[in-house]
């Protein structure tokens, strides 16, 4: 993998204890999560850009269109 | 990454993987998904004949002229221009590509080595050869087609 | 990042040393357009002329250049083995997605890095080179690249959980080569059976510890 490079984050409480939280769920470190969501908002956004829509979609197959900022 | 270097490991994987079938991803979709691909590869192809053409004319070259400018076989431009079916090869499209400045990925699928995924940029090379026509001078228009595509093919 | 990896020669039975790489590009795509399918298509005809379609392989129309958008997306990681100025296979990850978390009871929820697509050139596989009257050339390769896949999960702290739809006719290669556990099929997919690695099924794989 390519060399890196370290940043200091600020979060809020909330924002750590949800770090926390999900990387306890997801077995992975909070930088790896960190790293994880960054590259889900990029494949989010390389898609958004193409013209394609992100939607989720419920147990009764009802679609609802996911507004990304 | 460290790999096993152990040469038992390889043995062994290799008696387990000689008789199987390696791969993964979707099973095949239906031949209709296919045929809609080749008319889709013609219309991007059609983009690319224009595209080089255009080019050509604006720099107010002959072909012979624009081959070595490219650095490219002079018969293999003329397959490109004539010949729908004709493949050019990776390099040829590279150099086309350095020559023009857009990114090499992008005219390999206008020139039919790659396949596209993306609607916008199938519709944006229909609107460009449907402007570009086949006269001798290049009209404004034509000037101005040109300049707007190369502009969208740089900057997606 | 490239790397040298041991894969067998069929002809002299002898361990060669290929190249794996991460730096896959649109011309490596090209070249399996080029290089492969031709073959792959020749032999899905000879074996439907046989009769044999079950033996046809459900890939037979892949094509890797639809993917070049895909290279520039980091979540995606590509990688390739080359050996004699060839390619012999390529494999496409996903290190975040929608399939990129564990089923398996023991370890649902948990992140995985998912495969998305594995393919070895058709000169190494025996069911195709059987339809065209050859024998395959190289072994191990498929090995080698989930090999590299369990390795990018440990990077990417996963501790070696990998998971992956098997097309039908290689579920006993994921099973059987690699250690898999198959969890279920799955609807999504084109009821495809899902398999994953625990750790412990990922270290076993590794060091081939029996």
Redesign the interface.
Known sequence: MADKRTMTLNLTDQEMSLLEELSARKDVSKTALLRQALRLYQMVEARLSRGEKLFFEDEEKKKAELMVV | MKFNSDPEWLKRQAALEDNCFVSVGGLVSAVEDLEEQTQRATASRTAFVSLLNLTRREHKLTWEQFSQKLDVDLAELIEIENDETYKPTPRTVTKIAHFLHVPPEKLFVLSGLARAHDRQFQEAALRFAARSQPVKALSSEEHEALKEYVKFLCER | ?K?R??I?DNISGK?VEAE?FDEVT??H??ET?QEWRPIVLKAARQLAARGSHQLI???????W?????E?????NAFYGVRYENKLQ?LMKLE???QF??CRLPE?A???LIY??????APWN???LMSALGEKPRY??????LI??AV??SK?????GRIG????P??E??YI??CGMTPVGRDPA??N?LWLEHTPEQADKF???AR
């Open positions: 990042m790397t990896v041991h067998i361990p794996l649109v011309e795509f090209i357009q392989p459900q890939h037979f129309h892949w094509d250049t639809a993917k070049a958008p290279l520039k997306v980091l979540a296979g290190t975040v997605g990129c978390t370890q929820g948990k992140a495969v998305d697509y594995v393919e070895v596989l025996k069911a072994n191990v390769i498929g090995s080698r090999e590299a390795l990018r990077e990417e702290d996963c501790k992956l739809h098997s097309l006719m290689t006993s290669f059987k080569a997919k084109q495809l590794l060091t081939g």
